[in-house]
């Protein structure tokens, strides 16, 4: 009953934060990173930064206990993800030797509820014109095999 009570309460959020929850996850046209400005990511929304941008930070909620998921997809530049705290304490990164193409996923449970940072570093440039999306997934909770380390 309080698993549906919850989740009844994080549809009724979600839906009211983000204007396209439950739908097909796009590119916002409207909404790009062009600079190194902290940004709020949306859950269920992908964001695109283009050119040659060093670092992009992204602004998000991470509730107690959820397990949040992360997905950039590379597209000609090397990205290095991290995840900070309010203090500036590292929470998790990853840089997968996987080059400038591709996706990069990042995965952690929160620990604490509060509001944290992905830094977006760009690393290698294999194009004129890079490119890369990134789209938090809806937090949820963590299963066996979320708690692997």
């Known amino acids: 009953m309080r698993l549906l009570i919850f989740g009844w309460l994080c549809f009724f959020l979600a839906s009211s934060i983000t204007p ?3 739908q097909t996850p796009e590119t916002d046209k409207n909404q790009k990173a062009t600079t190194a ?3 709020v990511l949306q859950p269920g929304r992908r964001l695109t930064v283009s050119g040659k941008v060093k670092q992009s930070e992204f602004r998000f909620f991470a509730p107690k ?3 949040i998921q992360f997905l950039v997809d590379q597209k000609g530049v090397d990205v290095v993800l991290r995840v900070l705290d309010e203090h500036n304490n590292i ?9 400038s193409w591709g996706p990069e996923h990042l995965g952690f449970i929160a620990t604490t509820e509060e509001m944290l940072r992905l830094i977006i570093r760009s690393g290698e440039v294999s194009v004129p014109q890079p ?12 299963m066996a095999a979320d708690e692997i380390a």
């Open 20 to 22: 396209n929850f439950g």
């Open 37 to 39: 400005n902290e940004e």
């Open 65 to 67: 206990g959820a397990y």
């Open 91 to 99: 929470v998790c990164w990853i840089d997968r030797p996987n080059g």
């Open 131 to 142: 490119e890369y999306s990134v789209l938090m997934y809806v937090p949820r909770k963590p």
